[in-house]
């Protein structure tokens, strides 16, 4: 059983320019957590998604990020108008269900390098 | 709201001697908590957790923690760390309708040979 895969593992992207993360839970896995790791500080929840469903984004710029679950494929992190700010590891966790008792698995991280 | 402090954001420790990160949190409600580890330039694994019963909650590679409620602490040792243990250590807690974890700001043990 596969773990948590997300890619590109490291991106590289000019100011203004568009980043897109992808998320692959593990087998399944319903639910996805997205993340955001700054340098020298904790992960900070960005979002948390369903299938289809975005069920909180409290953590989310209110500007430029959006994420999506669809039905079919992984889930996207799409910043767009990326700033040197954005530069950061963003990391994608999946779990089976909602409960407090489920564990949610991370994956590997994505390095934002925003230049 | 809930909130996690790591209070040492670096602990050297000597190879096979004895250590202790420290965690406390803040919730006013139950709680379930969580340490993670995070290897260079990879994702967390998780390490152990405490949903309920025992106090004492023993993980993977040896570690172990202790929940304290009167303390509101939740502090992970291990009584004879190695090399490989050097890693960065999150703390984290989850007292929400459903898992929006909060992360401390994680705690680097370099371990020296």
């Known amino acids: 059983n596969a773990g948590v895969m997300q890619n590109p593992r490291h991106l590289v992207r000019r100011r203004g320019q568009e980043a897109r993360l992808r998320c692959s839970p593990m087998?399944?896995?319903?639910?996805v957590y997205w993340y955001r790791q700054l340098p020298e500080e904790g992960l900070k929840f960005m979002v948390y998604l369903q299938k289809e469903n975005i069920i909180d984004e409290s953590g989310m710029p209110k500007e430029r990020f959006s994420a999506e679950f669809p039905k079919e494929g992984p889930s996207i992190l799409r910043i767009q108008q990326v700033v040197r700010g954005d530069s950061a590891a963003y990391f994608c966790?999946?779990?089976?269900?909602?409960?407090?008792?489920?564990?949610?698995?991370f994956g590997p991280g994505t390095r934002l390098t925003v230049l | 709201a809930q909130s996690v402090t790591q209070l040492d954001s670096q602990v050297p420790v000597f190879e096979e001697a004895p250590v202790e990160l420290r965690c406390n949190y803040s919730s006013s409600v139950s709680v379930y908590l969580f340490w993670y580890v995070q290897y260079p330039n990879q994702g967390l694994q998780l390490l152990l957790k405490?949903?309920?019963?025992?106090?004492l909650v023993k993980g993977i590679n040896g570690f172990e923690a202790e929940f304290n409620k009167s303390q509101t602490s939740f502090h992970l040792r291990k009584p004879s760390v190695h090399i490989s243990d050097t890693a960065e250590y999150f703390c984290a807690v989850n007292s929400g309708g459903y898992q929006k974890v909060t992360f401390g700001t994680g705690t680097k043990l370099q371990v020296i040979p």
């Open positions: 405490y949903l309920s019963g025992s106090t």
């Open positions: 966790a999946s779990s089976p269900g909602q409960g407090l008792t489920d564990t949610q698995y």
């Open positions: 087998k399944g896995h319903s639910h």
